[in-house]
């Protein structure tokens, strides 16, 4: 491991979160309003949109690897110039932008889009795991997951109603931190709170839809991001450190587009998945969709 090197700098400051999340750092990350929704024009996002009728349910599951030679993970120089460094070494040092181990690729998100002119219904309550809480934790000098995914609201006619699922953002590590949530400032402004060692908790539980993604941030220690992207339907997952998702109950029988997303590949991509992303289930099966990205 690299020997810590003698302090160079204190920092001093407060960790802060954002949704679609910020990184823990000063500056505004260059994203635009468009990507995974439209933007509003003057009106309600789902109105003209009709609910989605389908024939029963089926899963995606899937991997993605990287295309060729994965981009190095360079160490974060900041982390041994800052007066928590003891702590931090502990555990990741070096980018998180490009999560690839044995040729897989971590945090990259694939969700369904229903087709154009219509919009997902509230999946049935006797699958009420779409509402389970969403966790992240940071226990060195890192968000983890440095990806999720949220489901704050759901459409019913021209209506977006929230879900009750909330975002908790723990601190079990021994150094303070603080965290900042932050998407479109219409939607989704910045907010956060300070989190003390070990037993620092915050809830968001105000997040709603937004259309670009929410960042996380924190003032204390300016590398760390994370991400979260914000549905109104629970059809989208995240890809674990071996590079593999899986997304349940997917609506079948109907046409749906298959989305990507990965922080280097922003706004979002089409998955070169084998048949195109034009997808079409049957009832009851599991869809395999392998597919391979690299950075553009």
Known sequence: MRQVRPLLLFSAGFCVVSMVLYGCTSSTIDVSDEGLFPAKKGRSASESLAPLEYSGTATITGVVEYDGEPPPRSELESIFQHADRPVCVQGDIRDQTWMVQDGKVANVVVFVRPPKGFYFKKPDDSAKSWTDEVVVDQPYCQFIPHVVVLYPQYR???????????????????????????????????????????????????????????????????????????FDHPYAAVTNEKGEYTIKNVPAGVELTLRGWHEALKPGFDPPVEGGTKIRLVAGETRVLNFKIKRR
């Open 156 to 230: 019913e006619g021209n209506q977006l109603i929230r879900t009750g699922q909330t975002l908790k953002v723990l601190n079990s590590a021994t150094i303070g931190h603080n965290i900042k949530v932050a998407g479109s400032s219409d939607s989704n402004p910045a907010s956060g709170a300070t989190l003390s060692a070990r037993s620092g908790v915050y809830i968001f539980d105000k997040i709603v839809l937004d259309r670009r993604e929410l960042t996380m941030n924190c003032d204390v220690h300016k590398w760390m991001t994370g991400y979260a992207l914000t």
